[in-house]
C-alpha cells in the first residue's frame, strides 16, 4: 500500500544567512526512507519564521504564507495525477514534476519551455516552438497537455486555415511541433501510449515545388551586367555555391584553411557533421577556382553579409539578367544536384557530392530526373 507523502515547511538546513541575516525557506517531501527539498525562492529571518508559518513580525507574512500554501496545493495536486495515472508517487517525481512542468496539467508553453529550451535543439527551431505556442494561446488560452485530442487538433486545424488564413505548410508545420510535444509527453510517463490523440490525425505532406538552373541559365548568370559590386559578389558567391553544392551554413564558414590544396576544398558539414572533399579544379571546368581568383582569397568570397540581405539581392539579380525563375540560396544547391545528375553522375557520387547521409534524400530532393534525360535514355534502348 503507498504511503502518502508528508510536506513540511521549514528553513534549509544548511543554515546559510545572506547579506540581510535571512534563510531560504523549502518545502520538504517526506517518505519513508525517501526524503527531499523543493526551492521556494522565500527568504526570511529566523526571528520572522516558526512552526511552518511566517510569522506576523514580517510585514509580508500573509502574502507569502498563501504562496506557500498554493506551492503545497500544487504539489498535491501532482501527487493526485500521478496515483490517477497509476503511477507510485515519490517525493523525487513529484518534486521533479513540480521543478520541470512535467505533469498533465501543464501548459502547452510550460511545457514547451522545460522540454525545449534545454535541449539541443537549434535556435531557428526553437523559434517555431515559440510560435507554436503563441498560436495555441490565441486559439485556447491556457491550453494544457491532458486537453489535447482529436477535437482539439482538428478545431486548431480548421482555425489555422479559416481564420488566421495561413497556408497548407505553416499548418503542417506547426501541427508537426504539436505531435513533437504530445510525442515527448509519452516517453515521460505523463500521457499514455492510448492518449496520443495524433494516432487519427494526418498531418498533410506538401511537395514543395523544387526548381533548379539549367547550364544555359548559369552561363545567362555569369555573363549579366549588374550596377554595383554588392550585386557581383552575390552573384558570383551564388555560382560558387552553385558548382559546389554547399549549404549556406557551410558557405558563410569557408575561410582559406578549408583549402587543402590550391584545388581541393575540405571542410565538415554544420548541419550533419559529415566530412566534404570536393575538388574544385575539376567540377564545371575549374570554374569555382576562377570565383575564388577573382577576390583573391576563399575568406573574401564568403563574407557578403546575411542570408535575407542576400537573399533578396539574388531577386534583384534576377531580375537584372531576365530570369523568370524564383532565386534563392538553396536553390543552388538544387541546382548543382540536377546538373551533376544531367552529366550522368550516379547517385552515390552526388550523395558524396552534397555530403548527405542517405542516398534516398539525395534522389528525393536533389537530383531531379528531367523528360530530356528520359528521352534521350528511350532513343538510347530503341534507336
Not at 554547399?246 to 584553411?257: G, H, K, P, Q, V
Not at 572533399?277 to 581568383?293: A, E, F, K, M, V
Given at each position: 500500500?503507498?504511503?502518502?507523502?508528508?510536506?513540511?515547511?521549514?528553513?534549509?538546513?544548511?543554515?546559510?544567512?545572506?547579506?540581510?541575516?535571512?534563510?531560504?525557506?523549502?518545502?520538504?517531501?517526506?517518505?519513508?526512507?525517501?526524503?527531499?527539498?523543493?526551492?521556494?525562492?522565500?527568504?526570511?529571518?529566523?526571528?520572522?519564521?516558526?512552526?511552518?508559518?511566517?510569522?506576523?513580525?514580517?510585514?509580508?507574512?500573509?502574502?507569502?504564507?498563501?504562496?506557500?500554501?498554493?506551492?503545497?496545493?500544487?504539489?498535491?495536486?501532482?501527487?493526485?495525477?500521478?496515483?490517477?495515472?497509476?503511477?507510485?508517487?515519490?517525493?523525487?517525481?513529484?518534486?521533479?514534476?513540480?521543478?520541470?512542468?512535467?505533469?498533465?496539467?501543464?501548459?502547452?508553453?510550460?511545457?514547451?519551455?522545460?522540454?525545449?529550451?534545454?535541449?539541443?535543439?537549434?535556435?531557428?527551431?526553437?523559434?517555431?516552438?515559440?510560435?507554436?505556442?503563441?498560436?495555441?494561446?490565441?486559439?485556447?488560452?491556457?491550453?494544457?497537455?491532458?486537453?489535447?485530442?482529436?477535437?482539439?487538433?482538428?478545431?486548431?486545424?480548421?482555425?489555422?486555415?479559416?481564420?488566421?488564413?495561413?497556408?497548407?505548410?505553416?499548418?503542417?508545420?506547426?501541427?508537426?511541433?504539436?505531435?513533437?510535444?504530445?510525442?515527448e509527453a509519452i516517453k515521460?510517463?505523463?500521457?499514455?501510449?492510448?492518449?496520443?490523440?495524433?494516432?487519427?490525425?494526418?498531418?498533410?505532406?506538401?511537395?514543395?515545388?523544387?526548381?533548379?538552373?539549367?547550364?544555359?541559365?548559369?552561363?545567362?548568370?555569369?555573363?549579366?551586367?549588374?550596377?554595383?559590386?554588392?550585386?557581383?559578389?552575390?552573384?558570383?558567391?551564388?555560382?560558387?555555391?552553385?558548382?559546389?553544392?554547399?549549404?549556406?551554413?557551410?558557405?558563410?564558414?569557408?575561410?582559406?584553411?578549408?583549402?587543402?590544396?590550391?584545388?581541393?576544398?575540405?571542410?565538415?558539414?554544420?548541419?550533419?557533421?559529415?566530412?566534404?572533399?570536393?575538388?574544385?579544379?575539376?567540377?564545371?571546368?575549374?570554374?569555382?577556382?576562377?570565383?575564388?581568383?577573382?577576390?583573391?582569397?576563399?575568406?573574401?568570397?564568403?563574407?557578403?553579409?546575411?542570408?535575407?540581405?542576400?537573399?533578396?539581392?539574388?531577386?534583384?539579380?534576377?531580375?537584372?539578367?531576365?530570369?523568370?525563375?524564383?532565386?534563392?540560396?538553396?536553390?543552388?544547391?538544387?541546382?548543382?544536384?540536377?546538373?551533376?545528375?544531367?552529366?550522368?553522375?550516379?547517385m552515390q557520387e552526388i550523395?558524396?557530392?552534397?555530403?548527405?547521409?542517405?542516398q534516398s534524400t539525395t534522389?528525393?530532393?536533389?537530383?531531379?530526373?528531367?523528360?530530356?534525360?528520359?528521352?534521350?535514355?528511350?532513343?538510347?534502348?530503341?534507336?
Amino acid at each position: 500500500m503507498l504511503t502518502s507523502i508528508q510536506y513540511n515547511i521549514r528553513l534549509s538546513r544548511n543554515g546559510y544567512v545572506d547579506r540581510h541575516g535571512q534563510r531560504l525557506v523549502v518545502v520538504e517531501l517526506y517518505q519513508p526512507g525517501q526524503r527531499r527539498t523543493l526551492n521556494t525562492r522565500i527568504h526570511v529571518s529566523p526571528a520572522d519564521f516558526h512552526g511552518g508559518r511566517i510569522q506576523p513580525s514580517h510585514p509580508d507574512h500573509d502574502l507569502l504564507n498563501r504562496q506557500l500554501r498554493r506551492i503545497i496545493r500544487r504539489l498535491m495536486e501532482l501527487e493526485d495525477e500521478m496515483l490517477d495515472a497509476r503511477q507510485e508517487p515519490t517525493p523525487q517525481r513529484v518534486a521533479d514534476a513540480y521543478r520541470h512542468h512535467q505533469t498533465r496539467s501543464a501548459t502547452i508553453a510550460e511545457w514547451a519551455q522545460a522540454v525545449i529550451a534545454p535541449s539541443g535543439r537549434k535556435r531557428v527551431t526553437k523559434d517555431c516552438y515559440h510560435t507554436l505556442c503563441r498560436s495555441l494561446e490565441l486559439f485556447q488560452p491556457r491550453l494544457c497537455i491532458r486537453d489535447i485530442n482529436h477535437d482539439i487538433l482538428v478545431r486548431f486545424q480548421d482555425w489555422m486555415r479559416n481564420e488566421r488564413h495561413l497556408c497548407d505548410n505553416t499548418i503542417s508545420l506547426r501541427l508537426k511541433a504539436l505531435r513533437c510535444l504530445v510525442s515527448e509527453a509519452i516517453k515521460r510517463d505523463i500521457l499514455r501510449p492510448d492518449e496520443d490523440p495524433f494516432r487519427h490525425i494526418r498531418i498533410p505532406e506538401i511537395k514543395a515545388r523544387r526548381e533548379h538552373l539549367t547550364e544555359q541559365e548559369l552561363q545567362v548568370l555569369e555573363s549579366a551586367v549588374l550596377p554595383n559590386s554588392h550585386l557581383c559578389h552575390v552573384r558570383d558567391a551564388f555560382l560558387f555555391c552553385c558548382y559546389t553544392g554547399l549549404r549556406w551554413s557551410d558557405f558563410r564558414r569557408l575561410t582559406s584553411a578549408n583549402l587543402q590544396s590550391p584545388t581541393l576544398l575540405v571542410l565538415r558539414q554544420q548541419k550533419t557533421g559529415q566530412p566534404l572533399h570536393i575538388p574544385l579544379d575539376t567540377l564545371w571546368n575549374g570554374r569555382p577556382l576562377l570565383l575564388i581568383q577573382r577576390y583573391n582569397t576563399l575568406d573574401r568570397l564568403a563574407a557578403i553579409g546575411s542570408n535575407t540581405r542576400c537573399n533578396r539581392a539574388l531577386r534583384h539579380i534576377a531580375h537584372l539578367a531576365g530570369l523568370s525563375k524564383h532565386l534563392h540560396w538553396h536553390l543552388a544547391r538544387h541546382t548543382c544536384g540536377t546538373l551533376l545528375n544531367q552529366r550522368g553522375l550516379r547517385m552515390q557520387e552526388i550523395q558524396y557530392i552534397l555530403g548527405h547521409q542517405r542516398q534516398s534524400t539525395t534522389e528525393r530532393h536533389y537530383a531531379e530526373t528531367l523528360y530530356s534525360q528520359v528521352l534521350h535514355s528511350l532513343q538510347q534502348a530503341f534507336p
